[in-house]
Nanobody
Framework: QVQLVESGGGLVQAGGSLRLSCAAS????????MGWYRQAPGKQRELVAD???????SYADSVKGRFTISRDNAKNTVYLQMNSLKPEDTAVYYC???????????WGKGTLVTVSS
């Protein structure tokens, strides 16, 4: 079992920055991927960015060049640096980990990011 705790959400003006953190505990040695998803009101949850245990990253087209995902394996923590935020980035952001055999998705409770225009 992997437990994930997010932090760092809040209210920011358009053009501003926020950094989200996600601390993992329990079963961390078997985590293959960690990532961030988001869900805006009335919309489906979507992948924002993810990072493999080896450090390979991928991003949604909508955030490329603005968001950066990183991982501190020593602290079992993944970060999402969000720059040049737009009102359409407003959503609940969820941390996700893919871990174990068979691979299983684990989710944090989410942190709200609100970008005002």
């Amino acid at each position: 079992q992997v437990q994930l705790v997010e932090s760092g959400g809040g209210l920011v003006q358009a053009g501003g920055s926020l950094r989200l953190s996600c601390a993992a505990s329990g079963g961390v040695f078997s985590i293959y991927f960690m990532g961030w998803y988001r869900q805006a009101p009335g919309k489906q949850r979507e992948l924002v960015a993810d990072i493999s245990s080896g450090g390979s990253t991928s991003y949604a087209d909508s955030v490329k060049g603005r968001f950066t995902i990183s991982r501190d394996n020593a602290k079992n923590t993944v970060y999402l640096q969000m720059n040049s935020l737009k009102p359409e980035d407003t959503a609940v952001y969820y941390c996700n980990a893919l871990s174990g055999v068979p691979p299983t998705h684990y989710w944090g409770k989410g942190t709200l990011v609100t970008v005002s225009s």
